[in-house]
């Protein structure tokens, strides 16, 4: 008997397929974000990272060029079981030497380099505008800016990405998300919360008013409570978020990394998924605050998975890594994330649920709390290796082998 067979036969006595909870998590797509591998540098700007976002840590091999950014990317997705999805930002459009365009005037053909190679990998494409490390926000604004010029210029962009995102998904022939993350905010007391809400909710439906097709592309909403420099106020706040999705029929985004550090997401989801027919993920991992450190198999990201499978949800949840370390090996980053949200999901799949929601239900509390506890030490691993085998993906640690070669052969030259 493989230590898989004896696994499942210990599973079934639980009434657990394990056979059937690992073809469901092939299907499970997961975006894995192309930001992970630069510190969310992107290859349209000299600045510095703004939006109140942060990246620390200055491990060598920082991806600088698309080229290096998608050897390094395809050498993370060689490591990773099951499939994911391209996630790309604005701000990595790709340029002819000498070529530049603002992002205001961005085109699909400036992604062409990026959907051949979504195509070469089978991968569907995301999409993000990126209103952030840019000499155009202003005073930490840009859809919400009192300053016509520069409210203009965001809205031109956010239009310009909706037609890209459409674009990937033609090309790919696949759903694009395209989630839209203001970090406009402020640092202090603001003499006036409405206006800005007021202008972010008119230029995000001059955005949404342009035709794209519904079928395919699905935008998102962000909400976050706040950022680093923008203390005080965010214009997309939670209660903006989910009121703006609702009201415009489109799908609201919860980060868990953008919450009171007693919040959970893992909470919110059931409450979202009856009023929403879609809702999407960045799964992260906070630490003290929006830190966006890599992901692991913790508490939350469990109890997140948990709650997506069992609202027999895991199909009409887009589900999207967010985090970035610039102080590790930049692509075991992505690989130890993406290993980890599904190792959460299969987690949740191996979980008796139909016997659990009974024993709620008649009350047996005492029965209920003793199963969870049981079903943390079952031969969970077993299952998790045989799943990287069907992947052919390296099981256990033997995956970072390769990441040390290519950390000598080429990261240690750049
Ligand atoms: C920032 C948001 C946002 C970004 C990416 C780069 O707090 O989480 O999603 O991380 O767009
Ligand atoms: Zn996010």
Redesign the pocket.
């Known amino acids: 008997m493989t230590r898989y067979e004896s696994a499942k036969a210990i599973y079934a006595t639980f009434g657990v397929d394990c056979d059937a909870a690992i073809k469901k998590l092939k299907e499970v797509e997961v975006a894995l974000h192309c930001?992970q591998g630069d510190d969310?540098t992107g290859f349209d700007h000299d600045g510095p990272l703004s939006g109140g976002?942060q990246v620390t840590g200055n491990y060598p091999g920082r991806a600088r060029t698309p080229e290096e950014l998608m050897a390094d990317y395809e050498t993370a997705l060689s490591l990773i079981p099951g499939k994911s999805k391209l996630n790309l930002?604005a701000s990595y459009a790709l340029f002819d030497k000498g070529e530049f365009v603002d992002r205001n005037r961005l085109e699909p053909r400036h992604f062409d380099g990026w959907v051949e190679f979504a195509k070469k990998h089978g991968l569907g494409i995301d999409f993000?505008p990126t209103f952030f490390s840019h000499p155009r926000v202003k005073d930490n604004l840009t859809l919400s800016s009192p300053d016509e010029q520069t409210r203009r210029f965001w809205i031109e962009h956010g239009i310009a990405c909706l037609k890209i995102a459409e674009y990937f998904a033609k090309e790919t022939n696949r759903p694009t998300v395209i989630?839209f993350?203001m970090p406009d905010g402020m640092k202090d007391i603001p003499a006036d919360r409405l206006s800005p809400r007021a202008r972010m909710k008119e230029s995000l439906d001059e955005i949404l008013s342009t035709p794209y097709d519904k079928t395919l592309v699905f935008p998102t909403l962000?909400s976050?409570v706040f950022?680093i420099g923008l203390e005080s106020y965010t214009v997309v706040s939670a209660e903006f978020a989910l009121t703006y999705a609702k009201e415009r029929g489109i799908t609201p985004l919860v980060?868990n990394?953008?919450y009171h550090p007693t919040e959970t997401v893992s909470d919110k989801l059931s409450s979202l998924y009856l009023f929403h027919d879609r809702v999407a993920l960045?799964v992260t991992r906070p630490v003290r605050w929006?830190s966006?450190h890599v992901v692991i198999l913790d508490d939350e990201t469990l109890e997140i998975a948990k709650e997506v499978v069992e609202s027999g949800r895991l199909d009409s949840t887009f589900i999207a890594l967010?985090y970035f370390d610039g102080s590790i090996n930049r692509i075991a980053a992505w690989v130890i994330g993406a290993r980890s949200i599904r190792k959460a999901l299969l987690f949740a799949l191996l979980r008796p649920s139909a016997r659990m929601k009974t024993l709620q239900k008649e009350g047996r509390g005492t029965e209920l709390l003793m199963l969870g506890e049981e079903l943390k030490t079952l031969p969970f691993g077993d299952v998790w290796e045989r799943f990287c085998e069907e992947c052919s993906v390296p099981t256990g640690e033997a995956w970072f082998e390769k990441i040390k070669v290519y950390e000598k052969e080429v990261l240690s030259k750049r």
């Open positions: 930001w969310v976002i930002h993000n989630n993350w962000e976050k950022g980060d990394g953008h960045h929006d966006d967010d």
